[in-house]
C-alpha cells in the first residue's frame, strides 16, 4: 500500500497512476492530520455493446431502402386515420 499527500500526488502522479493500475492500493491524504481522502483505483475496461442489426453480420438493405416511397405507399401514409 502506498501512501502520498496531495503535494506528492501532484508531483508523482504518473507514478502513482501506474502503481495503482499494477494492483497496488494508493491512498492520497490530506491536510496536516494526514487523513486519507481518496483511493486511486484502476479503471475496469470494458467491451462496448453493439445493438440492433450490428450482432448480424449477414443484415443487408434492401436494394429498393434509398428509392423515393411509391405513390401507393404516399398514399397510405397520407391517409385519415379514422
Known amino acids: 500500500m ?3 499527500t496531495i503535494f ?14 499494477a494492483g497496488e492500493k494508493v491512498i492520497i ?11 486511486l483505483a484502476p479503471v475496469e475496461k470494458f467491451k ?3 445493438l440492433g442489426v450490428c450482432y448480424n453480420p ?4 434492401p436494394s429498393d431502402f434509398f428509392d423515393p ?3 401507393a405507399d404516399l398514399n397510405e401514409w397520407e391517409a385519415d386515420p379514422q
Open 8 to 21: 506528492e500526488a501532484k508531483t508523482n502522479l504518473s507514478k502513482l497512476i501506474k502503481k495503482a493500475q
Open 29 to 39: 491524504t490530506s491536510g496536516r492530520d494526514k487523513a486519507p481522502a481518496v483511493i
Open 58 to 61: 449477414d443484415f443487408v438493405l
Open 48 to 50: 462496448p455493446k453493439r
Open 69 to 71: 416511397p411509391s405513390d
Open 2 to 4: 502506498t501512501t502520498a
